[in-house]
């Protein structure tokens, strides 16, 4: 219909006929006036709304539209400039709250928090992800990452996600590789992943390629940390970030050198953190990179010796790093800025065997996801758990 109101040559009124004869001169010159003085004159082609002026459409505004530059129209105030928090007390807490059980998740990984506070867990020898809600108890089947091979320590390694995508590392029978499922939830329970999209496949399969972690920002970005550094410029033993929930064809690296990554976190002002083993063994907490695209801090707030326990996971919350270690401990390191505000401080995790993940749970929360008695293939059986930490 977009040239439907049409005026013929026998309903032109006596106004847009005086404008034909005035326009006609400067028409026999040619070029935009000439077609505009055949389409007003008698007989000539008929003017569709678009080709008239404002005060030639019928009900039409002869003023035009506001200028949007004049009077009235008030500039957008510029969104405030993030700035440094406060630095936390010297001395914190962490004490369990609440006790999740996980019966049936075989060997779980995670946990990845959800916007509503449910959480993602998956099992690393079947490749299922659940939901948990931690008001009720209630675990549902989300779905089952295809082609997982869990021979040995692989499987499902790291998972995160959000309302819109789940991304998972895995290994397979030919490789290790990072992947982004849809995640449609009015689709039946169970069958609730779309066909994956690839992020990262065809990585090495070796013992430091499986020690890597995956962590998604609100904006949508997603960090991916491989490990088993070997000296070639391949993606192994390096710290990427692609743009776009991972859509990006080339990703950009942030860091590299890394023998195993365990842990990736952002601070209030987008800064990211890693922990995990230097290719000399020594578990170290570093300034990576930033979420707006800065240089890295490069600033280190943790160097342990190798035997000292190893990182597992690492979260953000309350002004601090939080850091769970494969020797059972949870690790508080209040920050100032990019600098460590006092010592850090260590916590017991009582009940917790083999913690293998951590999440901010958000409001003075944390989520540690304990694998059970057992850190061997399948040996955690049906006796993993979530503990619910209250920090300050």
Same mark, same amino acid.
């Given at each position: 219909m977009g040239r439907g109101n049409r005026r013929g040559p026998g309903r032109l009124t006596a106004s847009v006929l005086l404008a034909g004869l005035l326009v006609t001169p400067t028409a026999c010159a040619g070029g935009p006036a000439a077609d505009r003085a055949a389409q007003l004159a008698p007989g000539g082609p008929p003017a569709a709304p678009e080709d008239l002026l404002p005060d030639e459409v019928e009900g039409g505004d002869p003023t035009g539209p506001p200028d949007p530059g004049g009077p009235g129209e008030e500039e957008?105030?510029?969104?405030?400039?993030?700035?440094?928090?406060?630095?936390?007390?010297?001395?914190?807490?962490?004490?369990?709250?609440?006790?999740?059980?996980l019966p049936g998740i075989e060997a779980p990984v995670g946990p990845a928090v959800l916007p509503d506070g449910d959480l993602l867990v998956g099992s690393r020898t079947t490749g299922t992800i659940h939901r948990?809600?931690?008001d009720t108890g209630d675990i549902t089947e989300v779905g089952t990452v295809q082609a997982v091979e869990a021979g040995g320590a692989g499987g499902l390694l790291a998972l995160t996600a959000d309302e819109t995508y789940v991304h998972a590392y895995y290994t397979t029978v030919s490789d290790v590789r990072i992947m982004r499922f849809?995640?449609?939830?009015?689709?039946?329970e169970g069958d609730q992943l779309t066909p994956g999209q690839r992020v990262l496949p065809g990585l090495p399969d070796t013992p430091g390629a499986r020690a890597g972690r995956l962590f998604v920002t609100p904006d949508g970005d997603l960090y991916a940390g491989?490990? &088993?550094?070997? *000296?070639s410029d391949g993606?192994? +033993?390096?710290?990427? %970030?692609?743009?776009?929930? !991972?859509?990006?064809?080339?990703?950009?690296?942030?860091s590299s050198g890394w023998e195993t990554v365990d842990g990736l976190a952002t601070d209030t002002l987008g800064r990211l953190w890693l922990t995990g083993r230097s290719e000399e063994g020594e578990a170290l907490v570093v300034g990576v990179g930033t979420t707006d695209g800065g240089a890295p801090t490069g600033d280190e707030v943790l160097h342990r010796p190798g035997?000292?326990?190893?990182?597992?996971?690492?979260?953000?919350?309350?002004?601090s790093l939080w850091v769970v270690t494969e020797a059972g401990e949870l690790l508080r390191l209040p920050l100032a800025g990019t600098r460590l505000h006092a010592e850090p401080e260590e916590f017991d995790l009582p009940g917790a065997t083999t913690p293998v993940g951590l999440a901010d749970g958000g409001?003075?929360?944390?989520?540690?996801?304990?694998? &059970?008695?057992? *850190?061997?293939?399948?040996?955690? +059986?049906?006796?993993? %758990?979530?503990?619910?930490? !209250?920090?300050?």
């Open positions: 957008p105030e510029p969104e405030p400039e993030p700035t440094e928090p406060p630095p936390p007390p010297a001395q914190g807490s962490a004490e369990v709250v609440e006790t999740v059980p948990v809600s931690p849809g995640w449609d939830e009015q689709r039946p491989v490990g &088993g550094a070997d *000296g993606p192994v +033993g390096t710290v990427m %970030r692609f743009a776009g929930r !991972g859509s990006a064809v080339s990703p950009e690296t942030l035997d000292e326990g190893s990182p597992e996971a690492m979260a953000y919350a309350e002004g409001e003075g929360n944390l989520w540690v996801l304990d694998a &059970g008695p057992s *850190g061997e293939p399948g040996g955690a +059986g049906d006796r993993g %758990r979530l503990l619910r930490l !209250g920090i300050e």
